[in-house]
T-cell receptor, first 110, second 115 residues
Framework: GQSLEQPSEVTAVEGAIVQINCTYQ??????LSWYQQHDGGAPTFLSY????GLEETGRFSSFLSRSDSYGYLLLQELQMKDSASYFC???????????FGGGTRVLVKP | DAGVIQSPRHEVTEMGQEVTLRCKPI?????LFWYRQTMMRGLELLIY????????DSGMPEDRFSAKMPNASFSTLKIQPSEPRDSAVYFC?????????????FGPGTRLTVL
């Protein structure tokens, strides 16, 4: 089976940097995805890491270490609009099936 | 592109009633997923289809739940009879073969309340 662990909540101020960690246990590993979900909204895709290292997309970056079964999402120059829940997810061997972590709620304060 | 379309957006029903949720995936996508999200259980995959064929329904909670995909542009999730514990937000998502298992496009969800 698949299981993912991430912190439940993180609070930070505008302009700060937040790192959301995700550790996973999987039977076979194909990559690590990150999704953002605002309250009342739908999850939206942020990033995907199939290989070790850092992927940067604007203010957001995602890192993967397959040997450590660990990844993180880095949110830089935090803005109020970044207040949301962030989910890590792993695909399974069959098709495009994803298993999601429990989500990390990020609260950005002025 | 209109994105994934779900209807209704909100549904309030009484225990024992039948509920049908509808989804139109993004045109050309060949995978369709149904998820349920609650505070207690998080985001759970219920069932997914590939080219209209159900591939994995291991997440369907019990026989009261059923899902169909009669064609590439339409799917339904039915709950009969509904119970208060079925109250949740139900999301439909679609993705494209070859794009990788990473990217799924979610619809706006249906918020179901069973009284």
């Amino acid at each position: 089976g698949q299981s993912l662990e991430q912190p439940s909540e993180v609070t930070a101020v505008e302009g700060a940097i937040v790192q959301i960690n995700c550790t996973y246990q999987t039977s076979g590993f194909y990559g690590l995805s990150w999704y953002q979900q605002h309250d009342g909204g739908a999850p939206t895709f942020l990033s995907y890491n199939a290989l070790d290292g850092l992927e940067e997309t604007g203010r957001f970056s995602s890192f993967l270490s397959r040997s450590d079964s660990y990844g993180y999402l880095l949110l830089q120059e935090l803005q109020m609009k970044d207040s949301a829940s962030y989910f890590c997810a792993v695909p399974g061997a069959a098709g495009n099936k994803l298993t999601f972590g429990g989500g990390t709620r990020v609260l950005v304060k002025p | 592109d209109a994105g994934v379309i779900q209807s209704p957006r909100h549904e309030v029903t009484e225990m024992g009633q039948e509920v049908t949720l509808r989804c139109k995936p993004i045109s050309g996508h060949d995978y369709l997923f149904w998820y349920r999200q609650t505070m207690m259980r998080g985001l759970e995959l219920l069932i997914y289809f590939n080219n209209n064929v159900p591939i994995d329904d291991s997440g369907m909670p019990e026989d009261r739940f059923s899902a169909k995909m009669p064609n590439a542009s339409f799917s339904t999730l039915k709950i009969q009879p509904s119970e208060p514990r079925d109250s949740a937000v139900y999301f439909c998502a679609s993705s494209l073969e070859g794009q990788g298992a990473d990217t799924q496009y979610f619809g706006p969800g249906t918020r179901l309340t069973v009284l």
